[in-house]
Nanobody, 116 residues
Framework: QVQLVESGGGRVQTGGSLTLSCRTTMSESTFKFADMAWYRQVQGKERDWVAT???????AYAESVKGRFTASRDNAKNTLSLQMNGLKPEDTAVYYC????????WGQGTQVTVFS
């Protein structure tokens, strides 16, 4: 059973930055061929896609975060990162990582709270 562990969340003021990390228990050979993504969920709402980083390291972002968030991956460490700059209150959510499409059991996520 693959596990996903997100970390790095916290409380920041509007305009601040955070870097999220996602550690997986996938084997290195599985991880490097997986398209991975970040998602977020506001309490009471559906989980939304935020960003994708493919096995080829190409990236795609939701319009709401484009230009502010940067996804990256370290295949040697089986980890993902999400650099978030220019944070806004509407970025407040629990952030999750998963494969793309999301076929692995969800981790606990990491809470990001942006206050004005």
């Amino acid at each position: 059973q693959v596990q996903l562990v997100e970390s790095g969340g916290g409380r920041v003021q509007t305009g601040g930055s955070l870097t999220l990390s996602c550690r997986t228990t996938m084997s290195e050979s599985t991880f490097k061929f997986a398209d991975m993504a970040w998602y977020r969920q506001v309490q009471g709402k559906e989980r939304d896609w935020v960003a994708t980083i493919s096995r080829f390291r190409t990236t795609a972002y939701a319009e709401s975060v484009k230009g502010r968030f940067t996804a990256s991956r370290d295949n040697a460490k089986n980890t993902l990162s999400l650099q978030m700059n220019g944070l806004k209150p509407e970025d407040t959510a629990v952030y999750y990582c998963n494969v793309m499409p999301a076929t692995v059991s969800w981790g606990q996520g990491t809470q990001v709270t942006v206050f004005s």
